[in-house]
């Protein structure tokens, strides 16, 4: 069996962003060389996502409308986390929108859903942080 290990970093201008990373986890997949097995994409972090979805722009203001429906920024005094930090938000965001997704890799390639896009979702940005991409297989 092959494995294959790389990280992806990010640094997003604002504190919350989608940035589809379908191409990049391709890549990976590519230089991994591996034609048939699993492939994990995971955030580092407890404030950032990984998931998949449509890459469609109603869509990801329809999330973030959602998201801070469940989860506001703002006021920061609202939650109990926020002492030393103000980002108590970004650690429920990322709990709601997952923190990791796994892929079949077929015939050397991603084996998605015709409308599926893998997604970093970012809650506590302007700041590096990275992605965990694992590929096993042959
Ligand atoms: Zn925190």
């Not at 290990?5 to 201008?13: A, D, G, P, S, V």
């Not at 604002?14 to 994990?40: D, M, Q, Y």
């Not at 409308?115 to 990275?130: A, L, M, T, V």
């Amino acid at each position: 069996m092959k494995s294959y290990r790389e990280e992806l970093w990010f640094q997003t201008k604002e504190r919350r962003a989608f940035i589809n990373i379908t191409p990049l986890v391709e890549e990976c997949v590519r230089k991994s060389g591996i034609k048939e097995g699993l492939c994990l994409c995971n955030a580092m972090h407890i404030t950032s996502s990984v998931f998949i979805n449509d890459d469609e722009e109603g869509l990801h203001q329809d999330f973030e409308v959602w998201l801070e429906k469940l989860a506001p920024e703002k006021p920061y005094s609202l939650y109990r986390h926020n002492g030393y930090e103000d980002n108590a938000d970004a650690h429920l965001k990322r709990t709601i929108m997952g923190r990791e997704v796994v892929v079949a890799v077929t015939a050397g390639r991603l084996d998605l859903g015709t409308w599926e896009r893998i997604f970093y979702g970012e809650f506590d940005g302007r700041r590096r942080k990275r992605v965990l991409v694992k590929i096993i297989g042959e």
